[in-house]
T-cell receptor, first 115, second 114 residues
Framework: DTEVTQTPKHLVMGMTNKKSLKCEQHMGHRAMYWYKQKAKKPPELMFV???????INESVPSRFSPECPNSSLLNLHLHALQPEDSALYLC??????????????FGPGTRLTVL | DQQVKQNSPSLSVQEGRISILNCDYT??????FLWYKKYPAEGPTFLIS?????DKNEDGRFTVFLNKSAKHLSLHIVPSQPGDSAVYFC?????????????FGQGTTLQVKP
């Protein structure tokens, strides 16, 4: 089983709203990732969590706030977003073997529209 | 600086024939390469990978070839099927950096015609 689930599938929010994206995996993976993908572009890494600790923040604006409450869950809290933040947000997870991240498996994504 | 490049934005192939998708990279420190397939409005699906210590990896209809001296890899799909029509992303990672940071190419849209 290589399933990563994400909720919601679609989200429309105003610039003053606060919302959260959720990601879950039960593969025992200890690394989890958030990516952002704009149309006709490759996924761009936002954050990496390794063993529930934030290990990489790719200079993402503070209006995006990640959280990893346990080894199976990853959240992305959104506040005061801009219309240009509209994109497909992808979660991924990977096994960590001897401190090295293995193949990343992606969820289906959340299609976010900011009005 | 685009470290992973897929120079062909699109490719059209007849069903049953071979599809060859190409990828070039510039960073010689990359030591692991992956191909993902993506349908619209879905997340990328892992297809096949190859370590830099190998030059070929095969999984069913999919074969990935790596030419380290040319910094080039290719994905061969034989025989191609209409269900293979999707965007294919090449990705590279420097495993030894322990960051887990995948670098993706721009993607190639494959259309397999019945």
């Amino acid at each position: 089983d290589t399933e990563v689930t994400q909720t919601p599938k679609h989200l429309v929010m105003g610039m003053t709203n606060k919302k959260s994206l959720k990601c879950e995996q039960h593969m025992g993976h200890r690394a989890m990732y958030w990516y952002k993908q704009k149309a006709k572009k490759p996924p761009e890494l936002m954050f990496v969590y390794s063993y529930e600790k934030l290990s990489i923040n790719e200079s993402v604006p503070s209006r995006f706030s990640p959280e990893c409450p346990n080894s199976s869950l990853l959240n992305l809290h959104l506040h005061a977003l801009q219309p240009e933040d509209s994109a497909l947000y992808l979660c991924a997870s990977s096994q960590v073997v001897a401190g090295v991240s293995d193949t990343q498996y992606f969820g289906p994504g959340t299609r976010l529209t900011v009005l | 600086d685009q470290q992973v490049k897929q120079n062909s934005p699109s490719l059209s192939v007849q069903e049953g024939r071979i599809s060859i998708l190409n990828c070039d990279y510039t960073n010689s420190m990359f030591d692991y390469f992956l191909w993902y397939k993506k349908y619209p409005a879905e997340g990328p699906t892992f297809l096949i990978s190859i370590s830099s210590i190998k030059d070929k990896n095969e999984d069913g209809r999919f074969t990935v070839f790596l030419n380290k001296s040319a910094k080039h890899l290719s994905l061969h799909i034989v025989p191609s099927q209409p269900g293979d029509s999707a965007v294919y992303f090449c990705a590279a990672i420097r495993v030894t950096s322990n960051t887990g940071k995948l670098i993706f190419g721009q993607g190639t849209t494959l259309q397999v015609k019945p």
